[in-house]
C-alpha cells in the first residue's frame, strides 16, 4: 500500500509517498511504521518518539487528518477504521508550527502551560504527620485530568485554535487549570481561574474535537464547562461570556424555551457591538434561520414546564453541594 507522509525540510513543504506490503503495515503500530521508513527506506525523515508506552505523548501525528498517538495505534485497527484503504496520509499535529517532517514546536504551548501555574499552595498549618489527605471522592474530581500526557491531540484538531489561536490557549492547557484549581487541597484556586479566564475560558466552540481525539478520554470542553462554572461562582461573572451564559440561561427558563438568536446577541453583546453585524442578520433572516418577530416573543416549547422544573431541580442540588 501507499504511505503519503508530508514532509517539511525548513524551507520547502512537500509530500513523499512510500510503497510498503500492506502485510508488513497490518501487524505494527503507526510508530511502528514510521520506525520502519525510517529504518529501511528512508534515514531523512524526522519524527518524535520516546517511550513507546503511550505515556510520554511524543510521538502523536496525523492520519488522514485526524489525530492518534502514533505508539498506541494499532495499524490493522486504523486501516479497519477508513476502511482498509490502499493509500494513507500522515502529517504532523495541526495548530503547531512544524519545525521539521512530523516534528512540531511546543514552546508557545508550554509558555501557555507555565502562565496557568499548574501547581497547588496548601495550608501547611493543618498537615499531619500522615500528609495532606484527600478523600476517595475529592480525588475523583480531578484524577482523569491527571491521565493527560501531553501529546497535543486535543489542540490539533481544536478548531477554535485554528480559526483563531490569539485570543486562545490549548485543550491541554485548561485541562491543567482544571486539576489545579479543583484540588481540594489548593487554597489559591483564583490563581488559576483569573489566567484562564483571560487568556480564552469563555472562546471555547463547544466542537468536542478534544474528547473525540484524546487518547486518555479526557474531555477538555467539559474541564472548560467547570471552569466557567466555577468562575461565576467565584464572582467573576463579568464579561461577554458570564452575559451569554445567562442570556441563554434566561431564554431556557424565562422565556419560551427555544433560544431566540435576537434577544441572545443583544443580550450577550448589547446594541451597539451588533450594530456591526447588521449584515449577518440580515443574510440569517434571508435564509430563513431568524424570524425578526421572535424578538416579541414566542410560543413556549412543549413541556417547558417540566424544563423549568428539571433546571430549578439541578440548581437546588447544586447549592447543597
Same mark, same amino acid.
Given at each position: 500500500?501507499?504511505?503519503? !507522509?508530508?514532509?517539511?525540510?525548513?524551507?520547502?513543504?512537500?509530500?513523499?509517498?512510500?510503497?510498503?506490503?500492506?502485510?508488513?503495515?497490518?501487524? !505494527?503500530?503507526?510508530?511502528?511504521?514510521?520506525?520502519?521508513?525510517?529504518?529501511?527506506?528512508?534515514?531523512?525523515? $524526522?519524527?518524535?518518539?520516546?517511550?513507546?508506552?503511550?505515556?510520554?505523548?511524543?510521538?502523536?501525528?496525523?492520519?488522514?487528518? @485526524?489525530?492518534?498517538? %502514533?505508539?498506541?495505534?494499532?495499524?490493522?485497527?486504523?486501516? +479497519?477504521?477508513?476502511?482498509? *484503504?490502499?493509500?494513507?496520509? /500522515?502529517?504532523?499535529?495541526?495548530?503547531?508550527?512544524?519545525?521539521?517532517?512530523?516534528?512540531?514546536?511546543?514552546? *508557545?504551548?508550554?509558555?501557555?502551560?507555565?502562565?496557568?501555574?499548574?501547581?497547588?499552595?496548601? =495550608?501547611?498549618?493543618? !498537615?499531619?504527620?500522615?500528609?495532606?489527605?484527600?478523600?476517595?471522592?475529592?480525588?475523583?474530581?480531578?484524577?482523569?485530568?491527571?491521565?493527560? /500526557?501531553?501529546?497535543?491531540?486535543?489542540?490539533?484538531?481544536?478548531?477554535?485554535?485554528? %480559526?483563531?489561536?490569539?485570543?486562545?490557549?490549548?485543550?491541554?492547557?485548561?485541562? @491543567?487549570?482544571?486539576?489545579?484549581?479543583?484540588?481540594?487541597?489548593?487554597?489559591?484556586?483564583?490563581?488559576?481561574?483569573?489566567?484562564?479566564?483571560?487568556?480564552?475560558?469563555?472562546?471555547?466552540?463547544?466542537?468536542?474535537?478534544?474528547?473525540?481525539?484524546?487518547?486518555?478520554?479526557?474531555? +477538555?470542553?467539559?474541564?472548560?464547562?467547570?471552569?466557567? /462554572?466555577?468562575?461565576?461562582?467565584?464572582?467573576?461573572?463579568?464579561?461577554?461570556?458570564? =452575559?451569554?451564559?445567562?442570556?441563554?440561561?434566561?431564554?431556557?427558563?424565562?422565556?419560551?424555551?427555544?433560544?431566540?438568536?435576537?434577544?441572545?446577541?443583544?443580550?450577550?453583546?448589547?446594541?451597539?457591538?451588533?450594530?456591526?453585524?447588521?449584515?449577518?442578520?440580515?443574510?440569517?433572516?434571508?435564509?430563513?434561520?431568524? $424570524? *425578526?418577530?421572535?424578538?416579541?416573543?414566542?410560543?413556549?416549547?412543549?413541556?417547558? =414546564?417540566?424544563?423549568?422544573?428539571? !433546571?430549578?431541580?439541578?440548581?437546588?442540588?447544586?447549592?447543597?453541594?
Amino acid at each position: 500500500m501507499q504511505i503519503i !507522509i508530508d514532509r517539511f525540510d525548513g524551507k520547502n513543504k512537500y509530500e513523499k509517498s512510500y510503497e510498503i506490503a500492506k502485510e508488513v503495515v497490518e501487524p !505494527i503500530t503507526l510508530l511502528g511504521l514510521l520506525q520502519y521508513i525510517k529504518q529501511n527506506l528512508d534515514i531523512t525523515l $524526522n519524527f518524535t518518539a520516546a517511550c513507546r508506552m503511550a505515556i510520554c505523548g511524543a510521538c502523536a501525528v496525523r492520519v488522514n487528518g @485526524h489525530s492518534y498517538l %502514533a505508539c498506541d495505534t494499532k495499524m490493522n485497527e486504523l486501516l +479497519a477504521e477508513y476502511g482498509n *484503504p490502499e493509500s494513507i496520509r /500522515i502529517s504532523p499535529l495541526g495548530n503547531f508550527r512544524v519545525v521539521s517532517d512530523l516534528v512540531v514546536d511546543w514552546e *508557545p504551548a508550554i509558555e501557555n502551560l507555565t502562565k496557568i501555574k499548574p501547581g497547588i499552595v496548601t =495550608d501547611t498549618s493543618n !498537615i499531619s504527620k500522615e500528609g495532606c489527605k484527600q478523600s476517595q471522592a475529592q480525588v475523583n474530581v480531578i484524577k482523569k485530568s491527571w491521565d493527560c /500526557i501531553l501529546c497535543g491531540a486535543c489542540a490539533s484538531e481544536c478548531n477554535k485554535l485554528e %480559526a483563531d489561536a490569539s485570543d486562545y490557549m490549548e485543550p491541554f492547557v485548561f485541562v @491543567h487549570a482544571y486539576r489545579s484549581a479543583f484540588d481540594s487541597r489548593n487554597l489559591k484556586p483564583d490563581a488559576h481561574l483569573k489566567t484562564v479566564i483571560d487568556n480564552g475560558l469563555w472562546m471555547c466552540v463547544k466542537c468536542q474535537e478534544c474528547a473525540d481525539r484524546c487518547p486518555k478520554g479526557i474531555s +477538555a470542553c467539559a474541564d472548560i464547562t467547570d471552569l466557567r /462554572i466555577m468562575a461565576i461562582q467565584k464572582g467573576f461573572d463579568e464579561g461577554m461570556g458570564p =452575559d451569554h451564559a445567562e442570556a441563554f440561561l434566561t431564554d431556557l427558563v424565562d422565556g419560551s424555551g427555544r433560544l431566540n438568536e435576537i434577544k441572545l446577541a443583544l443580550r450577550s453583546e448589547g446594541v451597539i457591538k451588533n450594530m456591526g453585524k447588521l449584515d449577518i442578520a440580515a443574510n440569517l433572516m434571508l435564509a430563513g434561520k431568524m $424570524n *425578526p418577530l421572535h424578538v416579541f416573543g414566542e410560543e413556549d416549547i412543549e413541556g417547558h =414546564d417540566d424544563l423549568v422544573k428539571m !433546571i430549578n431541580a439541578a440548581r437546588k442540588a447544586a447549592s447543597k453541594e
